[in-house]
T-cell receptor, first 116, second 115 residues
Framework: AQSVTQLGSHVSVSEGALVLLRCNYSSSVPPYLFWYVQYPNQGLQLLLKYTSAATLVKGINGFEAEFKKSETSFHLTKPSAHMSDAAEYFCAVRSNYGGSQGNLIFGKGTKLSVKP | GAGVSQSPSNKVTEKGKDVELRCDPISGHTALYWYRQSLGQGLEFLIYFQGNSAPDKSGLPSDRFSAERTGGSVSTLTIQRTQQEDSAVYLC?????????????FGPGTRLTVL
């Protein structure tokens, strides 16, 4: 079965510091991976997606993620955090099984806090 | 253009009552998904539609949950005889189709509170 594990339910960084949110996946087939962001009381917004075209994926708001098959990882990074980046971030893998094809399997989420 | 909309945004109900949650997908999107977000369980997939058809309903937590989609557009998630454990945010998403690389666009969710 496919799954996603996000290490760290809470991450706190200072404004201007590097943001690193960790995601490891489990999949017996080449995965399609996504990072979504959720601001308070809002729905999910896609940050970026990996669909095997390139291992380094650039997304919106200065975020990027690198797919590493050998490490089964898809960590999200941003060189310099802004206060507006404070939100919850979800890593997800697309299901490839049976009748639920297409649905997303989410990690538990990582809440990012940015200190001034 | 308009995104995915959901109504109501908030719903408070008493245990044992039935509730209906509505999702309006982006026009032209043939795939529609329902997810539930709760503190204990995180984000869980419930059901998806391709057109008006739901190929797999095994993600629904119990037989009190049902969903339908008409005209390849609006979808309704119905919860009968609500229980306190049904309290959660119910999120709807749509995409062009169920192809792997198509982005799912999420609505703002319906926050359901069962007293």
């Amino acid at each position: 079965a496919q799954s996603v594990t996000q290490l760290g339910s809470h991450v706190s960084v200072s404004e201007g510091a590097l943001v690193l949110l960790r995601c490891n996946y489990s999949s017996s087939v080449p995965p399609y991976l996504f990072w979504y962001v959720q601001y308070p009381n809002q729905g999910l917004q896609l940050l970026l997606k990996y669909t095997s075209a390139a291992t380094l994926v650039k997304g919106i708001n200065g975020f990027e993620a690198e797919f590493k098959k050998s490490e089964t990882s898809f960590h999200l990074t941003k060189p310099s955090a802004h206060m507006s980046d404070a939100a919850e971030y979800f890593c997800a893998v697309r299901s490839n099984y049976g009748g639920s094809q297409g649905n997303l399997i989410f990690g538990k989420g990582t809440k990012l806090s940015v200190k001034p | 253009g308009a995104g995915v909309s959901q109504s109501p945004s908030n719903k408070v109900t008493e245990k044992g009552k039935d509730v209906e949650l509505r999702c309006d997908p982006i026009s032209g999107h043939t795939a529609l998904y329902w997810y539930r977000q709760s503190l204990g369980q995180g984000l869980e997939f419930l059901i998806y539609f391709q057109g008006n058809s739901a190929p797999d309903k095994s993600g629904l937590p119990s037989d009190r949950f049902s969903a339908e989609r008409t005209g390849g557009s609006v979808s309704t998630l119905t919860i009968q005889r609500t229980q306190q454990e049904d309290s959660a945010v119910y999120l709807c998403a749509s995409s062009l189709d169920w192809s792997s690389y198509n982005e799912q666009f999420f609505g703002p969710g319906t926050r359901l509170t069962v007293l």
